[in-house]
């Protein structure tokens, strides 16, 4: 499984429809400061489904729609799409490319897209449990979040292991069974 491309429209920076194109391999980016590098990595974690507001670096979470420039106006809502090469089928669904989206408007309104289909958050969650790709999987490394590693409580390093050896989705289930 490897990440194709993610498309971004009236996310941050990119007011315009961009589609950012990866083959299975290294890919760098790089721009002068304030180019829109780190809203890259935003819109990945944004699409898996990040609430928290602060993780992208805004105030309220309308702070991911194009806020407009001096000579473009502000766009009414923010859309982001990440397509995954499935061959190998890690991604529990019958497809061999998966693609995930969100959208949202200022209004508030928002939705989730698996291959097109709405869906809930959930079941985007559920998707990549155990797959190193989920908000809080290990796959998105922040700025700073090397040094969390390092000096985080022990119950927290054993969550990103959990994540890592694939009992995530054992534990969940295993909670859901004991709460009925
Ligand atoms: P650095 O090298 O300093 O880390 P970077 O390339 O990572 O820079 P980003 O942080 O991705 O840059 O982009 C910051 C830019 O995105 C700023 O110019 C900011 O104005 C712009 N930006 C963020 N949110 C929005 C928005 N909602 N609408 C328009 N522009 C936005
Ligand atoms: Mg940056």
């Given at each position: 499984?490897?990440l194709?491309s993610i498309e971004v ?9 961009i589609v950012f194109d990866f ?17 890259v990595?935003?819109a990945v974690?944004?699409v ?32 982001v799409a990440i397509t ?97």
């Open positions: 499984m490897y194709k429209q009236g996310f941050k920076s990119f007011a315009n429809k083959h299975n391999g290294i890919t760098g980016i790089v721009g002068p400061n304030g180019s829109g590098k780190s809203n990595a935003d974690r944004w898996l489904g990040e609430q928290r507001v602060k993780q992208l670096r805004g105030g309220s979470m309308q702070d991911v729609i194009f806020a407009g420039t001096e000579n473009r106006r502000p766009l009414s809502y923010a859309y995954l090469d499935n061959g190998d089928h890690q991604l529990p669904i019958d497809y061999e490319e998966v693609t995930v989206s969100r959208r949202l408007y200022r209004s508030g309104e928002s939705e989730y897209l698996i291959n097109g289909a709405a869906c809930r958050l959930k079941d985007i969650n559920e998707l990549f449990y155990d797959t190193g790709i989920g908000k809080e999987g290990y796959s998105i490394i922040g700025q700073g979040q090397i040094d969390r590693i390092l000096s985080s409580r022990p119950e927290e390093s054993r969550e990103l292991f959990d994540e890592a050896t694939g009992i995530v989705k054992f534990k969940r289930r295993k909670n859901t069974a004991q709460k009925k």
